[in-house]
């Protein structure tokens, strides 16, 4: 479910953590976004570099372009048996239809994180039933769609926690 209602923070650049983009300007929805639902502002930023940052803490992934927010969701993540790691990685392969040969489970618009496995990737339902992954991030499937679409090979996915505490809280 695509939520529409947003207005911007000002334009100021905000202090990111080590390793994740600078930040110039965030999406501000009305409402808290519940699981299964996203943003997505891709014409607010429509030329500059893509990069990711998961938030395991907030269970929320954020999409920016040049600085400026353009895309928020609900993720989910590995289980306390199988975590997903924490850092910097760049997008390694990219594959529409993929489908895990360790748990031959559909992985509907991966990119790859890791060589061990780890990927962000369409999971369906699972992301509105708040289901564990083995390592991976998990995304509403739409929204994978089209972050599949605006993401290149290399780009950067920051995976942390509690992200910019003092603007996402």
């Not at 997505?40 to 992934?61: F, H, M, N, Y």
């Not at 927010?69 to 850092?87: N, S, W």
């Not at 890791?114 to 339902?125: D, F, I, K, M, Q």
Request: proline share 8%; net charge negative.
């Amino acid at each position: 479910m695509l939520l529409i209602a947003l207005t911007a923070m000002p334009s100021a650049v905000f202090a990111a953590p080590a390793g994740g983009p600078i930040v110039l300007a965030i999406l501000t929805p009305d409402s808290p976004l519940e699981e299964g639902e996203y943003l997505w502002e891709p014409e607010r930023a429509p030329s500059g570099k893509l990069e990711i940052v998961a938030d395991v803490a907030r269970d929320t992934l954020y999409v920016y372009r040049g600085g400026v927010e353009i895309g928020r969701t609900i993720l989910i993540y590995g289980a306390d048996e199988k975590p997903t790691p924490l850092g910097s990685f760049p997008i390694l392969q990219k594959k529409v239809h993929h489908i895990s040969n360790l748990y031959n489970a559909p992985m509907p618009y991966m990119m790859r994180l890791t060589w061990g496995g780890v990927a962000l990737h369409g999971s369906g339902e699972t992301v509105d039933n708040r289901y564990a992954t083995h390592g991976c991030i998990g995304l509403p499937d739409e929204f994978a769609a089209l972050l599949f679409r605006a993401a290149k090979l290399g780009d950067r996915v920051t995976v942390t926690r509690n992200w910019l505490p003092q603007f996402y809280s």
